[in-house]
């Protein structure tokens, strides 16, 4: 059980280097009036127009932030590091899955690729509004895409390398992406991931794309179609990939990137998030919540495909003018201590990552970690699920030494950055997310939309507007507002169940809707059934997520056989594997239990609680919706 009450207070050597000191004093000053404090984290960053309004509220829940401003997200992350000394800092150091590949840039070269980039996306006709998918591992091209397209104006629509063909065809579908930035293969533990293949597949049926940009990856052989496929080192040799190539300056509010999330229905959904508000969010929290200095070096672990990824691996750092560390390979190949190697090799300072990959090197033992020299580092990071304090209390004593700050965070890819965190110089309660950033405020509502009174579980909202919200859902602007805002207007709905202790600290327990967080993955049940039903063997199923040590969740499937098949235990291989064909591995079912009958309300939708009830030997709760025989 936790103990809500246990206070651990940082370290002393964090405190004293902690960019906030008086968290309580910024806290209750961002809380008596928000606008003013965004207004005073923009004045940091550079625009070329400033703002009529920091915050236009007339469209709720259309927000808009920074109306009138003119800015670009690459001017702040890249540009006005180059008039300074920082243009020969390093702005990414990359260690590839053999570790004996190292790339770095220095915020001047690093312009110099996204220049590149820029100019051959330029020349293949892409226009500010329109939308790129980059479908790439973790490599620099990865950075050097992302900031080309903010640069130039055009939108970036980042899809996660291990995603199939099918959930790449309907992201690229879905947005009418023109073109399509991948490589020829990927690294994982040692093999190939046939990327490029994967995108053939995908463009087959996707009639807007017009050319891919491929990236001399792995070596791999693929193939290449004359018309469509072009070779990024081919394209940087010509002309037209030289020279300067400015920034476009945009409006604050122009869209800056869509990042496809799953939510309760088959269809994935596009947030869609702008240049201006999301770099003061990012700015802002990188500097109060994640403490960045000047001189530090900061990994991010996240893949960009993911949200964590886009705004803590590639702009936040470069805004602050740190150095991003990027590694491309997994945290236990070839063994279990690669990262504390890189973390020891590479003088770490602040390092963010995910409670199923804390748990997963938990389980390996100390030894691999304290063989390590890994005193650099000052702040250690967690986000995407609920961290326990078992994990809280491992990353703390063995990786940090009890040297450094353990922030939990809290947010989504809605929100673009976090909103529930502990500061650096808040003492800190193992298990909680902590409280409402500087300039948040959230409530526990009860289904009707009242208050709960402290310690008491119910449906986490969010007060308060905030510069890195989701301005919409892309093309689908009704979706948006009934998902987030009808519920109980007037407050952004979470998804979340969670409560509020007597402290004001924050306890997510988890998702109140058909989501399931697998290893921090956002996994929706209907993606996972529709790839299930799509096996020929089954003519029905429901897709749960059950308790799971390491990975948080793990999703279990329940299915009624189509005439004629038997379960055996190769058609759960088979089963298993079709989804992580058609959907991705990481949707990968646990398991798959057969069943004569799903339980159905009357009119018919399967009722996954009494599922879940069922596995967990668990009280079924009220069935007088469940339909007769
Ligand atoms: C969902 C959002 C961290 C942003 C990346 C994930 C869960 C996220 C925590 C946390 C407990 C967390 C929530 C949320 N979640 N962070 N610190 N503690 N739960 O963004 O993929 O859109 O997922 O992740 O359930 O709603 P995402």
């Known amino acids: 059980m936790t103990d809500d009450n246990a206070l651990i207070r940082p370290p002393q050597e964090v405190l004293d280097e902690a960019n906030v000191q008086d968290w309580e004093g910024l806290l209750a000053t961002a809380g008596a009036d928000p606008v003013a404090f965004w207004e005073q984290e923009a004045a940091e960053l550079e625009w070329s127009k400033p703002w009529e309004k920091v915050l236009d509220d007339s469209q709720a829940p259309f927000y808009h932030w920074f109306t009138g401003a003119r800015t670009n997200i690459v001017t702040n992350a890249v540009d006005r590091h180059l008039t300074t000394a920082r243009r020969n800092k390093l702005a990414l150091i990359w260690v590839g899955e053999d570790t004996s ?47 080309a397209c903010a640069k130039i104006g055009a939108i970036h629509s980042v899809v996660f390398a291990g995603y199939s063909s099918e959930a790449l065809n309907a992201r690229i579908d879905d947005s009418e992406s023109k073109l399509v930035i991948t490589v020829d293969g990927s690294w994982i533990n040692g093999s190939v991931f046939p990327m490029k293949q994967i995108v053939d597949d995908a463009v087959k049926f ?58 309760s229905t088959g269809k994935p959904k596009a947030a869609v998030h702008t240049h201006g508000g999301y770099q003061v969010h990012l700015s802002s929290t990188m500097k109060n919540c994640l403490d960045i200095h000047e001189a530090d070096r900061w990994w991010c ?72 020299d890994t005193s650099s580092l000052r702040i250690l990071v967690s986000a995407g699920e609920p961290l326990n304090p078992e994990a809280w209390r491992w990353f ?17 890819t809605e929100t673009g950055a976090m909103q529930v965190t502990s500061l650096p110089a808040m003492p800190k309660k193992p298990g909680s997310a902590g409280k409402p950033i500087p300039g948040q405020a959230v409530a526990v509502l009860d289904e009707e939309g009242h208050e709960v009174p402290p310690g008491t579980d ?14 919409t859902l892309f093309k689908e602007p009704e979706r948006y507002v009934e998902t987030y805002w009808s519920k109980y207007p007037g407050y952004y709905l979470t998804g979340d169940s969670a409560r509020v202790d007597e402290d004001g600290y924050v306890w997510i327990i988890g998702r109140t809707d058909d989501v399931i967080k697998v ?27 059950l308790p799971h040590e390491v990975k948080g969740n793990a999703i279990h499937v329940v299915a009624v056989l189509a005439n ?46 009494v599922l879940r009830a069922r596995a967990l030997g668990q009280d079924e709760g009220d069935l007088s919706t469940l339909e007769n025989d």
């Open 101 to 147: 590949k190292v790339r770095t840039f220095s915020y001047f070269s690093l312009n110099r690729e996204v220049e590149q980039m820029a100019n051959i996306l330029r020349s293949m006709g892409v226009e500010k509004g329109d939308v790129v998918t980059i479908y790439l591992p973790r490599i620099p091209e990865i950075y050097f895409a992302m900031l």
């Open 458 to 471: 119910g449906f986490l909202v969010l007060k308060n507007p905030w510069p890195s919200m989701l301005r």
């Open 206 to 263: 996707s009639p807007s794309v017009e050319n891919v940009i491929v990236v001399r990856n792995t070596g791999t052989e693929v193939t290449m179609d004359p018309t469509r496929d072009h070779w990024y080192h081919e394209l940087a040799r010509l002309p037209i990939a030289q020279g300067h190539c400015e920034t476009v300056q945009v409006d604050a509010e122009d869209p800056l990137f869509i990042l496809y999330t799953s939510g």
């Open 564 to 609: 004629g098949y038997e379960g055996s235990r190769e058609l759960v291989g088979d089963i298993r594997s079709h989804v992580s064909e058609h959907l991705s591995p990481i949707a990968k079912p646990e398991a798959v239990e057969f069943v004569d009958k799903l339980p159905k309300t009357r009119s018919g939708k399967i009722m996954r609680r």
């Open 396 to 412: 703390h004593d063995v990786v940090g030494q009890r040297r450094c700050a353990v922030i939990d965070n809290w947010w989504q």
């Open 301 to 372: 672990t996240a893949d960009p495909g993911w949200i964590t990824g886009t705004s803590y691996v590639i702009y936040a750092p470069l805004i602050r003018g740190a150095t991003a560390f990027m590694a491309e390979g997994s945290p236990v190949y070839p063994y279990p201590d690669v990262w504390w190697q890189l973390v020891e090799r590479y003088g770490i300072n602040g390092m963010f990552t995910a409670p199923t990959a804390i748990r997963t090197l938990m389980r390996f033992g100390d030894a691999w970690v304290t063989k390590h």
């Open 519 to 545: 290893s921090g993955h956002r996994i929706g049940t209907a993606e996972v059934e529709a790839a299930v039903n799509s096996h020929p063997a089954v003519a029905e199923c429901a897709a749960i997520g």
